[in-house]
């Protein structure tokens, strides 16, 4: 019999299938097993958030761009709604990323379009508070919110960015239902989507090209533009002559993401590193950059997330509808911007996969707690990382193969904030009309009401590995800013100590944003991309 679910749903056109039938240049890695050399005006390394508006800007001021990517190309045939399958082929280590002692899961995409292909399409312009402390403390100029608004109206029209207009689902109405009891803000998210079938799975890849992700705006349009993408291969180092990149050595990777044997020698005026948080920092030392303040790496974010669920008698089901769609940013300022950790409150979705890697357990607990998903509501808080001096966040280093690893201790600072993330989100939950609740910690039952949850919580041990936390969103690692004790790039991505090197990519932030990353690094990479677009072209 047909396997109907390995089928992709009729009458949407893969975009990509198409593309290269009509002549776009892209190469598979796979396919490469002997030296070549290829030239063009800029190499840009990761095809993500910042890879992806970066090539759509270049290609449009005339630019030759070749395009590299470490991952496989996967488009719209290719999502069906298979989280193992997703894991494996989108995600960073087959989404098993975890920081250097594991007190910390990371979430990060690896694939034509990156992250953008997996991310839940929340879209927030940056805090002012996050961009003044930037000026104030290192010295990132002409970057406050009144220069920024244009590129964020330009990218949010290029993005559809707009307000979700539909209800929320049920796991999402957790936040209206329990801020409006409580008396706490609460927002509708925009979302960078067009014609929305509200399926739930844009953690898989949308299968039916509404969210607007790099893979079918900007990367097509720079492949109609003559870009040429090579996926399946990696930027090993930068190829340097003095002080000038000149190019980049890349590897093609075969399908166990091993090197085929051949190497890449591509040419070029500029590099644009766009691979990301961890990525980028890791191209960065492989290559031996110039750092003499050893910065490279360093003041890594995560927004670490600490997790709740709520237990409901009605249904929930909180793997359908949009993932994200309400939010609340009652806490995310409230102790001032460099004083204990303020955290942003939001739902995530949960398929059967994620929630059993983040609920726990094992054996009859473990079956009792997925056969009770369809009534398990999952509230998260992102906490802001990297405003205060007990707040440095996690450095890059590198494994003996040359891949990346970062190291972020847990410390005490940021156990203080998610105890109290906790005890804000098991009060929205129970506020919400939830029957128990239990706060993502190994030593926390589900608690039968908030009298009962604040006790057991002030009593719980807060250390590292016991308290469950994990991250999607990397930032930093290249700060921007004339600071140089702590920044490595200039506020247009011009790295400090070489030419012809930019780093456009949520990795230039000084900072984690208080806010889902992806329309702070759109906007951001689409005024330096310009920038170097014009000088490039002039
Ligand atoms: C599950 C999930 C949900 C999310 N939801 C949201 C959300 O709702 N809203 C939001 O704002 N953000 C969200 N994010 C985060 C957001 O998508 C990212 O912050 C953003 O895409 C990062 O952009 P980037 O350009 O820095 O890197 P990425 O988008 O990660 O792109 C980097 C790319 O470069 C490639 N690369 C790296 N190094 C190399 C190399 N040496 N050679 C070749 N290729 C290389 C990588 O494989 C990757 O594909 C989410 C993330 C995850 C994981």
């Not at 396919?31 to 759509?56: F, K, M, P, Q």
Request: charged letters at 20%.
């Amino acid at each position: 019999m047909q396997d109907l679910s390995a089928l992709p749903i009729s009458g949407i056109k893969d975009l990509w299938k198409t593309g290269i039938a009509e002549g776009w240049q892209a190469l598979n890695g796979q396919t490469i097993t002997e030296d070549r050399t290829l030239e063009a005006d800029v190499i840009i390394v990761g095809t993500g958030a910042g890879g992806g508006v970066s090539a759509e800007v270049l290609t449009e001021h005339g630019l030759k761009v070749i395009l590299l990517e470490a991952g496989q190309l996967r488009s719209s045939d290719d999502f069906i709604l298979d989280e193992g399958k997703a894991y494996h082929d989108l995600y960073q280590e087959g989404a098993m990323r975890a920081t250097k002692d594991a007190g910390m899961t990371i979430l990060q995409g690896r694939t034509v379009g990156g992250t953008t292909v997996v991310n839940w399409t929340s879209s927030f312009r940056t805090p002012r508070q996050t961009l003044d402390y930037w000026r104030d403390r290192f010295g990132v100029s002409d970057l406050d919110r009144e220069a920024l608004n244009p590129w964020f109206d330009r990218m949010e029209q290029r993005l559809n960015i707009s307000k979700w207009a539909m209800p929320p689902n049920a796991n999402n109405a957790v936040i209206k239902k329990g801020c409006e009891k409580l008396g706490w803000h609460w927002g509708i998210i925009p979302r960078n989507v067009s014609g929305c079938w509200n399926i739930g799975y844009c953690g898989m890849g949308c299968p039916t090209d509404a969210k607007q992700s790099m893979l079918v705006t900007t990367l097509p349009a720079a492949m109609k533009k003559g870009a040429t993408l090579l996926y399946s291969t990696r930027a090993e180092r930068l190829l340097m002559e003095g002080d000038q990149v000149v190019g980049v050595e890349a590897r093609p990777l075969n399908q166990a993401k091993e090197p085929t044997g051949a190497t890449l020698t591509l040419k070029a005026r500029a590099v644009v590193v766009s691979g990301g948080g961890i990525q980028s920092p890791a191209l960065l030392l492989r290559s031996e950059a110039p750092d003499p303040e050893k910065r490279i790496g360093k003041r890594t974010f995560l927004h670490p997330t600490s997790f709740t669920f709520g237990r409901y008698q009605e249904e929930v089901a909180p793997y359908y509808g949009a993932p994200q769609s309400l939010y609340s940013d009652e806490f995310i300022f409230k102790y001032g911007v460099d004083g204990p950790g303020g955290y942003k409150l939001e739902m995530m979705p949960l398929h059967p996969g994620l929630a059993s890697a983040l609920i726990g357990g094992t054996g009859e607990q473990a079956r009792q707690q997925i056969t009770g998903l369809p009534h398990l509501a999952a509230s998260i808080a992102l906490v802001r990382d990297g405003f205060h001096d007990h707040s440095e966040g996690g450095s890059v280093e590198l494994r003996d193969n040359g891949e990346p690893v970062l190291d972020y201790p847990v410390n005490g600072y940021l156990l203080e904030a998610v105890k109290r993330s906790h005890l804000t989100q098991v009060e929205m939950q129970f506020a919400a009309g939830a029957k128990a609740v239990r706060p993502g910690h190994s030593h926390a039952p589900y608690y039968r009401n908030w009298d009962e949850a604040r006790q057991g919580i002030e009593t719980l041990e807060y250390a590292p590995f016991i308290t469950s936390l994990g991250s999607a969103h990397v930032m930093g690692g290249c700060a921007m800013g004339d600071d140089e004790k702590h920044c490595l790039v200039n506020h247009d991505g011009s790295y400090k100590y070489l030419d012809n090197l930019y780093v456009i990519d949520g990795s230039v932030f000084p900072t984690s944003l208080g806010v889902n990353p992806q329309l702070s690094i759109y906007a951001i990479s689409a005024r330096n991309a310009t920038a170097l677009a014009e000088k490039l072209s002039a």
